[in-house]
């Protein structure tokens, strides 16, 4: 049987006098870097005041396109149901005319209005973008309306072509959940206001009166189905691809100055451009392993909608581009930084962010104008926005939104990329 040394308390149980020796060390090494110290403080007061100011604000801006050809009536020679509904109700504003009535009871400070001569204009404009929702007034709209009200005074049945005449249309975009919800709280809050005319100003029962509206089914893109997943998995797609990107390259030049291979590196010849293509060919293969995983599982295990499966290769493709947009910025940290704790700083300063502020939880419409300035001006945004239109309304690079994603993203690269060069031949 062996025989061991006594165990030494000293040895076990910590010392006073070490631990206060290595927080003096732990403070000293603190303060010779202030900036490092103010960052930390800062940093996470800063995200909470950006998460705060970019989810769950009230939107602005909202493109709303509106084709109003309702005719009106002209009480002083109207006849029959016209003359009985003029006599019957206290006169109030837009009395003649009810599609304008129902127009201004929406609300201008959060939607963008755009007039249209045509149903199939107002249309045509959700078809392209260029609006979230196109609301359709045909141009017996009034008429109709008075016989409808007349009929629900006298309590007579309503006839189907006046129903069908004294509806309103909605053709909607619903490939944006969040801006789908807003659009109709929006437009049933209008019809609530538009019946309160009639229900204040003509005695009419609010259960006997409904609401003029009809929600076009199916919608012009995506479908009522649709879940949040649906909304937020293309721009996660984009956003976790450009931030596991910066992790492949945000300590490579950091970690080989440490090591002294930078410094050999030089010697024996190299120069600073191809020691970035060489960074970026040999991340590119994890890269493609990492986003082709990436687009089966959100695909074919979670069933994300997307409108066309040939898209995928454009899905692919956008997902390559931002990963090498996030090489090159990781590229950019790591030739600004001498130390790993300084790269790992910004990288995760930066990565937050740009998940908040692309539009990718919250729609831009959301934001303070300001801030949807900033927003505009990131590297994801936009890629962001194509990543959407290619899965959920099925565009290819012949539309201007695609094609503008996948052209900022490009042009972001080159950017990173010259930047990163510029950084390492600095400090070379």
Avoid at 189 to 218: G, T, Y
Avoid at 332 to 350: H, K, V, Y
Wanted: aromatic share 12%; charged share 15%; proline share 4%.
């Amino acid at each position: 049987m062996c025989e061991c040394d006594p165990i030494n308390p000293s040895t076990i149980l910590p010392r006073p006098r070490s631990i206060a020796a290595l927080c003096w060390k732990n403070f000293t090494r603190i303060y010779r870097n202030p900036g490092l110290l103010i960052f930390q403080f800062l940093l996470p007061a800063f995200q909470i005041v950006l998460f705060c100011l970019a989810i769950g604000g009230n939107f602005s801006g909202v493109s709303v396109a509106i084709m109003n050809s309702d005719r009106g009536i002209n009480y002083s020679e109207a006849t029959g149901m016209g003359e009985y509904i003029f006599d019957k109700c206290t006169p109030f504003e837009n009395m003649d005319n009810f599609g304008s009535l129902f127009v201004s009871k929406l609300d201008d400070k959060s939607l963008d209005f755009t007039y249209y001569d045509s149903m199939t204009d107002a249309v045509d404009a959700v078809k392209k973008g260029k609006a979230w929702m196109a609301i359709v007034i045909p141009e017996n709209f009034t008429q109709d309306m008075v016989e409808r009200l007349g009929s629900i005074i006298l309590q007579d049945n309503i006839p189907d072509d006046i129903i069908n005449g004294s509806t309103i249309e909605i053709y909607e975009d619903v490939t944006d959940l969040q801006m789908t919800y807003t659009l109709q709280n929006k437009t049933t809050a209008a019809s609530e206001l538009f019946l309160e005319a009639f229900i204040n100003n003509c005695n009419v029962s609010k259960k006997d009166i409904s609401s003029p509206l009809q929600v076009h089914n199916p919608p012009v893109y995506g479908g009522f189905h649709l879940s949040y997943t649906d909304y937020v998995a293309p721009g996660m797609i984009v956003s976790i691809t450009f931030g596991m990107s910066i992790g492949l390259t945000a300590l490579s030049f950091v970690i080989e100055r440490k090591e002294g291979l930078l410094d050999r590196t030089w010697v024996a010849g190299v120069n600073v451009t191809e020691m970035v293509l060489a960074q970026i060919f040999t991340q590119c293969i994890i890269l493609f392993v990492q986003s082709t995983i990436l687009i089966i599982l959100v695909r074919f295990a979670f069933k994300v909608y997307m409108v066309h499966l040939r898209s995928i290769f454009l899905v692919e493709l956008l997902t390559m581009l931002q990963g090498l947009t996030g090489m090159a910025y990781g590229l950019l940290i790591s030739s600004l930084c001498q130390q790993e704790t300084s790269a790992m700083q910004i990288m995760a300063g930066s990565v937050y962010p740009v998940l908040l502020m692309s539009g990718i939880i919250w729609p831009l419409e959301g934001m303070p104008k300001f801030l949807r300035y900033i927003s505009y001006a990131l590297p994801t945004t936009y890629a962001a926005e194509a990543m959407r239109s290619i899965m959920g309304r099925g565009w290819g690079l012949a539309d201007m939104f695609v094609w503008r994603g996948f052209t900022i993203t490009i042009a972001w690269f080159l950017l990173f990329g010259v930047l990163a060069t510029i950084g390492l031949r600095l400090r070379k």
